[in-house]
């Protein structure tokens, strides 16, 4: 029981470096598009999120799952349905936040949707869908 739970716990925290990583690349592209090539917020998220969505799933099936023998092409359709519900539910929080809080710096905005995301959808669907 305790090896599981190590076990476990070692590969939640995997997961959670990999989304730091990921995110990273996502709001470096959020950053570049609006403030050095004058794209649109939202524009710009979507086109991070696309960034950061690859990079998650490259770092995932390498390193925190570990699952390079297993059928790739039924991963990645697996990765993208859940990456598709990802995708929305970021898209409609950034766009809410932005409408609802247009004072907020965006990319405190744009954090706060991927937090909540990432904690209450992203790692739990990984998990015990697409890598399991």
Known sequence: ??????????????????????????????????????VEKFTAGIAGLVVGGVTNFIINHHWVFEKRSDNLVARMIKYFLVWAGNFVLN??????????????YYFISRVAVAIFVGIFYNYVLQRWFVFK
């Open 1 to 38: 029981m305790a090896v599981k739970f190590a076990i476990r716990f070692r590969t939640f925290f995997k997961a959670q470096a990999s989304a730091l990583i990921s995110s990273g690349a996502d709001y470096l592209v959020l950053i570049c598009l609006v403030q050095f090539f004058s």
């Open 91 to 104: 898209a409609a929080g950034y766009k809410w936040m932005l409408s609802t809080f247009p004072d907020l």
